[in-house]
């Protein structure tokens, strides 16, 4: 029969009605009977020796429980690493602090009380004494004090790509472009904050948790290592996730502790982690300083590539360790023809909180860095910023194409993609319009910026050789029950981008059913497949709708041959049409009949087992590269120094896509991201080592006014490593936006304020209204970082970052 095609824009949400009928269960909302709440004392000092004094929080009432360092250190374990690559040092990272504490948020003790008010209350009573350290807040190789006794630097770990010989490329360059190019820390803000609740049986011999996690096969297994116990006894169930762009695709401490807790006081805990908490206690993102050398021939191709990556791992390297250190290293080639290259990470610890995943993982930064270094060139050389792209792109006839940092480029068609996108927005006509808006007195300008976005993440033996400690495969097991109803169970986590319906697509094109007939199961370890990464990487439709495709298919290959059994004829003479098996010859019997013979097992062919599964685990042979283009047209108003953003073109290929309109919702909220960092989101610290953003009243991530309509371009380029051709499209969206802002905002400064003066602003991240303003109204020093925030403290930036 004709297979139903669900793929397109008007496939249904299979979970939308559920989520906008208000069906939605998320963590906070679910309880056990006797549900005890847990409040964690977090450090108020950046650093210092800590005593901590519990006697009058545990005499308060309705407290179960205090719980210190000590007692919870004497029976569990450090949480270690997901990225643990020998080039990093050893920097154990436990529950709560015992005698010293190395960052504003750090846990040092737990209340456990009857209600969370109880809980809060009584945390206000835990005495901590501080005997403050020097803190160390700008990210530095050479800083002091040694924040770890047994480290003779604060360096955690460096690494290096290094192919021909960068040195001589550069000599022979007619010109080199060097720049320095800061990317700020910023909060993930997912809508949902992080929370934890968990309970062990009677025995106390096992324990579930929930927790809002992207990753519940990695929870689980920090959790049987943290705890001591084994694997098989620890079940970890994720309820509705709202939102998380990465930073909930690790194990956290406070996982561990609430299960410890739970266990300590013989009821079930919980704990929700408050919007406050989430500026400190979740990981940050970004935190780069990328100093870049880039020369160019005459006739404007790369002739060499020198980076240097300073990443602040904050204070305790979490589970990602130097991960997005290693993609920014490794990606700041661009998808470029590069032969000679030198790219250089060093991974730095200070006294923040700890860097993690956060959407994008190192790759923003890094074409931030290329793409910003491309347009100086082509100022230097005198060139349009599109036909230097041209140049340089990589041509499909060179892909595969293997990087200077062993990264192998799959498929693409890098230059026709600008086009679509110069041709779009108009590249010729439109330098003759801000021509003159420009003559009129407006700051207007255009910039453009190519990216790739690394996906598919999973090749187990590649992420070996990177030090991950996970697989990279991904299972998923198909069910027909004997109505014909299909279940798909899978690793992955839906978090609000549709993950579940592409799968459901998928499941239902293979099969021969309508997209209604298909549930998905998702988010419970003893229920679910064992997936090697967790959802993240950018390889739900690739890597995991990989392995429902060939699952599905094993299935249908089964109904096949059942069917042709149940109709005397072979498999290849079999026929299919209108949703009925035939044998040509008039007699016919439905798929749900066939099913049901499966169960019924009265009439099977030889060695056919009774009832209808299938499985798949596929293991992708490499990445995949999703890659594309996007420009930006601004004007800045005088008075404000606010950056309206009047175009924006994004042209994008991730292979074959599976749900057009998700696809395109992905790519609309990564701008939104894109834009918030460009312009607005940052987490700056004190000199003394204090968090600036304490609650939302500090921190500005965009509003609807500040996302312009996104003007979307396709090209559909499959990737010859994964079996349906999908690449990923989760981080593409935020990837090349602070770049093609950073250029255009540039070249709307360049006639009236100089090179020197528009760099100097453009080159950090954001590029806030007030940064600017200090441009416009030509003031020699910058603007104090103090009212961005009005708050009465001394802001200390990443600008001067000593290697």
Not at 407 to 422: F, I, K, P, Q
Not at 469 to 476: E, I, L, M
Request: aromatic content about 6%.
């Amino acid at each position: 029969m004709n297979r139903p095609r669900h793929v397109g824009r008007s496939a249904p949400g299979l979970h939308l009605p559920r989520l906008a009928a208000g069906g939605g269960r998320y963590l906070a909302d679910e309880s056990l009977s006797g549900e005890l709440h847990l409040v964690i004392v977090r450090s108020r000092e950046p650093h210092a020796f800590i005593s901590v004094d519990t006697a009058r929080a545990a005499a308060a009432p309705g407290v179960r429980a205090v719980l210190v360092g000590a007692e919870v250190r004497a029976a569990t374990d450090p949480m270690g690493m997901m990225w643990s690559a020998q080039i990093q040092r050893e920097a154990p990272t436990w529950c709560l602090a015992t005698d010293r504490v190395r960052y504003v948020g750090e846990p040092i003790a737990a209340v456990i009380a009857d209600d969370a008010y109880l809980a809060e209350d009584a945390a206000e009573l835990v005495d901590v004494c501080y005997e403050t350290l020097p803190p160390i807040v700008e990210p530095s190789a050479t800083s002091r004090p040694v924040l770890y006794d047994d480290w003779p630097d604060n360096v955690f770990g460096r690494t290096r790509f290094e192919a021909g010989d960068v040195v001589a490329a550069l000599d022979g360059a007619a010109v080199v472009v060097r720049g320095r190019y800061v990317n700020d820390r910023v909060a993930g803000m997912s809508l949902e904050t992080r929370g934890v609740r968990a309970a062990w049986d009677i025995a106390r011999e096992s324990v579930t948790v929930w927790t809002s996690t992207q990753s519940p096969h990695q929870v689980k297994a920090s959790l049987a290592a943290t705890l001591r116990i084994p694997e098989s006894r620890v079940r970890v169930q994720c309820p509705d996730l709202g939102g998380a762009f990465g930073n909930k695709a690790c194990a956290y401490i406070e996982e561990t502790l609430v299960a410890f807790a739970a266990r300590a006081v013989g009821r079930p805990v919980r704990w929700v982690e408050s919007r406050a908490e989430a500026f400190t206690a979740t990981v940050h993102g970004r935190g780069t300083v990328i100093d870049l050398e880039v020369g160019f021939a005459s006739d404007a191709t790369i002739s060499g590539i020198r980076a240097t990556v300073l990443l602040d791992c904050g204070a305790t390297p979490y589970m990602v360790g130097l991960g997005t250190g290693v993609v920014a290293a490794a990606m700041v080639l661009g998808p470029y023809r590069v032969a000679d290259a030198l790219s250089e990470l060093v991974g730095v610890v200070t006294n923040k909180t700890p860097i993690g995943a956060y959407r994008g993982f190192g790759m923003p930064e890094a074409t931030f860095a290329i793409e910003r270094a491309m347009d100086e060139g082509a100022r230097r050389l005198g060139i349009d910023p599109i036909e230097i792209r041209r140049r340089n792109l990589l041509r499909p006839d060179e892909l595969p194409y293997w990087t200077a940092a062993m990264m192998c480029l799959d498929s693409g068609r890098y230059g026709e993609l600008l086009d679509l996108v110069a041709a779009e927005v108009d590249w010729a006509r439109l330098q003759d319009d801000l021509a003159g808006a420009r003559a009129a007195g407006h700051l207007v300008g255009a910039g453009v910026a190519c990216y790739l976005e690394a996906s598919n993440f999973g090749p187990s033996l590649t992420a070996a050789m990177m030090g991950i400690n996970n697989a990279g495969h991904d299972r998923a097991v198909i069910r027909m029950d004997a109505s014909g109803l299909v279940t798909v169970l899978t690793g992955q986590v839906p978090m609000g981008q549709g993950l579940e319906t592409v799968l459901a697509q998928i499941a239902a094109d293979e099969v021969g059913v309508d997209l209604d007939a298909v549930s998905v199961v998702y988010g419970d370890t003893l229920a679910c497949p064992y997936t090697g990464y967790g959802s993240g990487g950018s390889r739900g439709a690739g890597v995991a709708g990989s392995s429902v495709m060939l699952a599905a298919r094993k299935l249908r290959d089964r109904l096949r041959v059942l069917a042709a059994h149940l109709l005397e004829v072979d498999v290849a003479d079999l026929e299919e049409a209108n949703g009925l098996f035939s044998n040509g010859s008039g007699a016919s019997i439905s798929l749900p009949d066939v099913a049901a013979a499966a169960y019924h097992a009265k009439d099977l062919p030889p060695d056919f087992e009774p009832s209808l599964e299938a499985s798949y685990t596929h293991d992708p042979r490499a990445f995949a590269f999703s890659y594309g283009a996007a420009a930006a047209v601004v004007d800045i108003d005088r008075d404000t120094g606010t950056v309206s953003i009047q175009r924006l073109v994004f042209g994008h290929d991730c292979g074959v896509q599976l749900n057009p309109g998700n696809v395109e919702a992905q790519i609309v909220g990564g701008v939104a991201q894109g834009i918030g960092a460009a312009l607005y989101e940052r987490l700056p610290y004190t000199d003394d080592g204090r968090p600036v953003v304490e609650s939302l009243w500090d921190y500005f991530p965009p509003l609807p006014a500040n996302v312009p309509p996104v003007e979307l371009v396709h090209l559909e380029t499959p990737t010859p490593f994964s079996p349906n051709g999908a690449k990923g499209v989760g981080e593409s969206g935020i990837i090349p936006v602070p770049a093609a802002l950073a250029n255009a905002i540039r070249d709307a400064l360049s006639t009236e304020f100089g090179d020197e003066r528009a760099c100097s602003v453009v080159d950090t991240l954001p590029i806030t209204a007030e940064r600017l303003l200090a441009v416009v109204d030509q003031i020699a020093p910058p603007v104090d970082p103090r009212k961005e925030y009005t708050r009465e403290v001394r802001v200390t930036g990443m600008a001067e970052p000593a290697v």
